[in-house]
DNA sequence: GGTGAAAAGATCATCCT
DNA sequence: AGGATGATCTTTTCACC
């Protein structure tokens, strides 16, 4: 992906499609100063070009029961490309891993994860690191409070 | 937030949703086994709800020149109420600070930070961290890859 | 929860600068 | 080339069953 060739009226676009997917052509036009079709045309090709990834639904986790959220360093016992990747699929196949970073530093992941209680937190570490002989330790952190759950990313230098 | 009444429709409607929000409610309720205006009225049930807490668009950090992201745990030098809020108020305003949780163990707040370049991480860490004496440490992870970039919530317990 | 009409928005071709 | 205008199609919305 390359090429991000963004004028102020692309960002001015980006900033409200990022806040609100909904909010119709007309009105962001008349925010930035366009037509509704020229907003309309841009937002193509945005999409088009993968500067808009996609349009999605964010979802509450406390309406879905997921009250707790924590965040867990991992570290794993040999770095080798194929212990990597494989805990790397696990990661992607586990529906309570809401993200993970393969980072630098004494931890290898890090993962955030959300569960509906304690006892989900248990299964989980079981089935993720205490049933995987890669593993060698693992530190949790539970989020007492989600201060900013990120979805935007900052449009302006 | 409360009442969490949702049967395997609704479910199956936020499966679809958190994927793609632009799916169609036609094509929802043929997935279902709904009619299209059946699928609407859930949805503005589920939206008014707070269920479906809003509808993003999810940009590429790439195509716009975000292509460093870190991890940051952050240790505060008082944990008094007011240090805690002031930090919190300041991550809110900060568009580097893609998500933020307050959390248990060691760190207080773990900061995920999205930078054009090392330089942008540097003037980050002068404004967020060396300039506020309520700092007292912070380690920071350069992430290598986003194994997994969390908007999808898991739907079945 | 289903059906059908009306309203709203997106899409496309065309013209304009 | 990029932006405005108007016709057309799709999608949502809402009354009613």
Redo the contacts between chains.
């Keep these: 992906?390359h090429t991000?060739d963004?004028d102020r009226l692309d960002v001015a676009i980006?900033s409200c499609?990022?806040?609100?997917?909904?909010t119709i052509a007309e009105s962001i036009g008349a925010k930035v100063g366009l037509s509704a079709a020229a907003v309309q045309r841009r937002i193509k090709r945005l999409r088009e070009?993968?500067?808009?990834?996609?349009?999605?639904?964010?979802?509450?986790?406390?309406?879905?029961?997921?009250t707790m959220?924590f965040?867990v360093m991992v570290e794993m016992e040999r770095e080798s490309l194929a212990v990597l990747d494989g805990f790397?699929r696990q990661?992607?196949a586990d529906?309570?891993?809401?993200?993970?970073?393969?980072?630098?530093?004494n931890?290898d992941?890090?993962l955030?994860v959300?569960c509906?209680d304690m006892a989900?937190f248990e299964a989980f570490t079981r089935r993720m690191f205490f049933d995987n002989p890669n593993v060698r330790h693992f530190?949790?952190?539970?989020?007492?409070?989600?201060?900013?759950?990120?979805?935007?990313?900052?449009?302006?230098?």
């Design positions: 992906m991000p963004l980006l499609l990022q806040a609100d997917a909904r070009a993968g500067v808009i990834e996609r349009e999605v639904a964010v979802l509450s986790p406390q309406a879905l029961g997921l959220t965040v790397r990661v992607l529906d309570n891993v809401q993200q993970c970073y393969y980072v630098t530093g931890a992941f890090v955030v959300t509906r989900g530190t949790t952190s539970v989020a007492m409070d989600r201060v900013k759950t990120g979805l935007t990313l900052p449009l302006e230098p």
